[in-house]
């Protein structure tokens, strides 16, 4: 059984940073590639930011590129999202997520995914 557990979330003021992290257990994390997601109210969620498997490539979406940072130690089997210069539109439900299969470089099937972590930002 797969287990991803997020936690780092909070209430911030815009500007401030938060890292978020996704503890997993269940199987060999290292060899999976792993991401975040987030869901505003009333929105879709929307990829965040993704990561290889070794940690070598990484991947974001425009709207967070050059504020965030997603990597991993996979000694901790543990993924983080360190989040700085945050605003407002940042506010969500951030969740992290897991590979189907081994050893990509992205993420091919994001199939096991955490309960979730809030994130609101004030202005």
């Known amino acids: 059984q797969v287990q991803l557990v997020e936690s780092g979330g909070g209430l911030v003021q815009a500007g401030d940073s938060l890292r978020l992290s996704c503890a997993a257990s269940?199987?060999?994390?290292?060899?999976?590639?792993m991401g975040w997601f987030r869901q505003a109210p009333g929105k879709e969620r929307e990829f965040v930011a993704a990561i290889s498997w070794n940690g070598g490539n990484t991947y974001y979406a425009d709207s967070v590129k050059g504020r965030f940072t997603i990597s991993r130690d996979n000694a901790k089997n543990t993924l983080y999202l360190q989040m700085n210069s945050l605003k407002p539109e940042d506010t969500a439900v951030y969740y992290c997520?897991?590979?189907?299969?081994?050893?990509?470089?992205?993420?091919?099937?994001?199939?096991?995914w955490g309960q979730g972590t809030q994130v609101t930002v004030s202005s």
């Open positions: 997520a897991a590979d189907r299969f081994p050893r990509n470089t992205f993420p091919r099937e994001y199939y096991y």
């Open positions: 269940g199987r060999t994390f290292s060899s999976y590639a």
